[in-house]
């Protein structure tokens, strides 16, 4: 059974990095059938999908935080991670990665971390 | 970037009843529409993909339709269980977007 779970720091200070990290069990991040995303869900709102990478680290971000963030992997660990930098209280949300099928159904999401809280507070 | 606006945004709605969801693109997209539900502090749960293919594991009173710009998520005979938000994504261009999502209540 594939998991994804998140782990980072819960509260960041404005204008600092948020950097979280989601660590795979149950099946490899190098797999040619999936991308490995993040998705964010502010209190209140509606989700947001903030973008994805596939193993070979080709990545794609949402051009309305293209110029923030980045995203990597780490094949040998079997994680990706997220930095999105200068940070203000409009980045406080949950923070989700999940696995997105690239050839067989892509926009399916079938599996997700638990989601992580983040605040950003002085 | 494709907007999708879900309608209505609030529905409490008593055990048995019918229920219907729907999700407008801002052009079309094919069927490359996917239901999620999500139950509070809970990850999403995928619920039907590609409009109307239902997924393993999902109740069958679950059910999707529609192409193009206009999409619907139907429950038919709706449990208490069933309470949640439920959200549309398009899979059509990149990036992906999301509905605002529909917050079902049990009466």
């Known amino acids: 059974q594939v998991q994804l779970q998140e782990s980072g720091p819960g509260l960041v200070k404005p204008s600092q990095t948020l950097s979280l990290t989601c660590t795979v069990s149950g099946g490899s991040i190098s797999s040619a059938s999936y991308y490995w995303s993040w998705i964010r869900h502010h209190p209140g709102k509606g989700l947001e999908w903030i973008g994805h990478i596939y193993y070979s680290g080709s990545t794609y971000y949402n051009p309305s935080l293209k110029s923030r963030v980045t995203i990597s992997v780490d094949t040998s660990k079997n994680q990706f991670s997220l930095k999105l930098n200068s940070v203000t209280a409009a980045d406080a949300a949950v923070y989700y990665c999940a696995r997105e099928e690239r050839e067989a159904a892509p926009g399916t999401f079938a599996y997700w971390g638990q989601g992580t809280l983040v605040t950003v507070s002085s | 970037e494709i907007v999708l606006t879900q309608s209505p945004d609030f529905q409490s709605v008593t055990p048995k009843e019918k229920v219907t969801i729907t999700c407008r693109a801002s052009?079309?997209?094919?069927?490359?529409l996917h239901w999620y539900q999500q139950k509070p502090d809970q990850s999403p749960k995928l619920l039907i993909k590609?409009?109307?293919q239902s997924i393993s594991g999902v109740p069958s009173r679950f059910s999707g339709s529609g192409s193009g710009t206009d999409f619907t998520l139907t429950i038919n005979s709706l449990e208490a269980e069933d309470a949640a938000v439920y959200f549309c994504l398009q899979s059509s261009t990149l990036p992906r977007t999301f509905g605002q999502g529909t917050k079902v209540e049990i009466k």
């Open positions: 590609y409009a109307s």
């Open positions: 052009q079309s997209i094919g069927s490359s």
